[in-house]
C-alpha cells in the first residue's frame, strides 16, 4: 500500500473540479486505489477520501467515521435525503479552510463494494455529512463553493474554545 498525494485546492483546482467517470470493472487497480486511499486518508487524520482528490477520475470513495468501520463505495449515489443539518466541514485538499454548509441531517447511498455487490447505507449527522461531501467531490464539487461561509482556522479555534467552556 501507498501514500497517495492529495490535491490541493491552491494548486490544483482544475483538476479537482473534474467530474470523475463510473467504474466498469473491479480490477486490481480499482481494489490498489481502495488500499491506497484508506492508508493516504488514515495518514492524513481525514475521515473521506474521493478519488479525485488523489487525481483518480473514477467514482472511489471511502470513508471512516468510527475506527473499524470503513466504507469502500464504487459508483456511490444518493438515494434518499431528509432533513436539514448545519455545521463546519473541512477538506483535506483545502487544509486550513473551514465552511459553514447545509446538508441533509439523513442520507441514503447506493453503491458496489470492493466484492462486487451492490449494498445501500444510511447515515445521519457526521455521517450523513460525509456521504454527501465525498459524493461531490465525484462531480466537481468543494464543499465551499454552497458554504453558507467560510471560516479561518483562528474562527474556528475560536468557536471550539466557546464551546469547551460552555461545558
Known amino acids: 500500500m501507498a501514500i497517495l498525494n492529495i490535491l490541493n485546492e491552491n ?3 482544475f483538476e479537482l473540479r473534474k467530474k470523475s467517470r463510473p467504474v466498469e470493472k473491479i480490477n486490481r487497480r480499482i481494489t490498489t486505489l481502495l488500499d491506497d486511499m484508506r492508508e493516504t486518508v488514515k495518514h ?5 477520501l474521493a478519488a479525485p482528490q488523489v487525481g483518480v477520475l473514477r467514482q472511489v470513495v471511502i470513508i471512516e467515521i468510527e475506527d473499524g468501520d470503513l466504507i469502500e463505495m464504487i459508483n456511490p449515489e444518493i438515494i434518499y435525503k431528509d432533513g436539514e443539518q448545519i455545521e463546519i466541514e473541512g477538506c483535506l485538499s483545502s487544509p486550513g479552510k473551514y465552511a459553514e454548509t447545509i446538508r441533509p441531517a439523513t442520507v441514503k447511498v447506493a453503491y458496489t463494494d470492493r466484492n462486487g455487490d451492490r449494498k445501500e447505507r444510511e447515515g445521519t449527522e457526521l455521517l450523513a455529512r460525509a456521504f454527501c461531501h465525498e459524493i461531490d467531490h465525484l462531480n466537481g464539487v468543494l464543499c465551499f463553493d454552497n458554504a ?7 474562527e474556528l479555534d475560536e468557536m471550539r474554545k466557546d464551546e469547551q467552556e460552555s461545558e
Open 148 to 154: 453558507q461561509r467560510i471560516l479561518s482556522k483562528e
Open 44 to 48: 492524513a487524520e481525514g475521515i473521506g
Open 11 to 13: 494548486r490544483n483546482l
